[in-house]
């Protein structure tokens, strides 16, 4: 049994302790914004923050993970603000989108431990691959949120999609405790 905290809940996975970090987010937790792509650590998409650092989920295994506190694209942030965020929205990065979860898991991990990155400092951080080409959008939405977290621009926040954003990562079905009973079979996760 593998425990760590994933978006603020304790949970413990029954599975494989070499199991793909990723698969566990995605077939155990339910998930999926984080995504698979390349799965040999190369294309980014799989990028989740791990203890503050941005990692990419494909190439860590669960046990490797134990005791991590994970976030993913569905908790970055409970209203969809987080300056990344919100810069994203406003200059339309993402085209297919497939990428962008990881993206904007990299790119929060970058200006959360930096407010102030520079243009090299920028391409270090981001190396995930986008097919559609989304880099100078990305790396401008990027100098943008780094203006907003040091408070020389203000933008709005996103604007709700439809739903209410606490479901985003709290009512996701894996992460509700599991009924009396439930909670034996292969990787299934329970809240403690
Ligand atoms: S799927 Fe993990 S780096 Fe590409
Ligand atoms: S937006 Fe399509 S792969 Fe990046």
């Not at 490797?64 to 969809?80: C, N, V």
């Not at 300056?83 to 406003?90: D, L, S, Y």
């Not at 439809?162 to 992460?175: K, Q, T, W």
């Amino acid at each position: 049994m593998t425990r760590m905290t994933v978006n603020g809940q304790p949970v413990h996975y029954r599975m494989d302790p070499r199991t793909p970090l990723l698969w566990a987010l995605r077939d155990a937790s339910n998930l999926t914004g984080t995504k698979y792509a390349c799965g040999v650590g190369v294309c980014g998409a799989c990028t989740v923050n791990l203890d503050g650092r941005a990692v990419r989920s494909c190439q860590l295994s669960i046990a490797d993970a134990e005791g991590s506190f994970i976030t993913t694209i569905e908790a970055l942030s409970r209203g969809r603000d987080h300056p990344i965020q919100q810069a994203w929205i406003e200059n339309m990065v993402p085209q297919c989108g497939y990428c962008q979860s990881g993206v904007i898991m990299a790119a929060a991990a970058l200006i959360d431990g930096n407010a102030n990155p520079s243009d090299e400092e920028i391409d270090e951080a981001i190396t995930n691959i986008c097919r559609c080409g989304t880099y100078p959008r990305m790396r401008e939405a990027i100098r943008l949120a780094a203006r907003v977290s040091r408070g020389e621009e203000r933008l709005a926040s996103a604007p709700p999609p439809g739903i209410d954003p606490e479901d985003a990562a709290a009512n996701v079905e894996a992460l509700t405790p599991p009924e009396d009973g439930e909670g034996d079979e292969p990787g299934r996760i329970v809240s403690e």
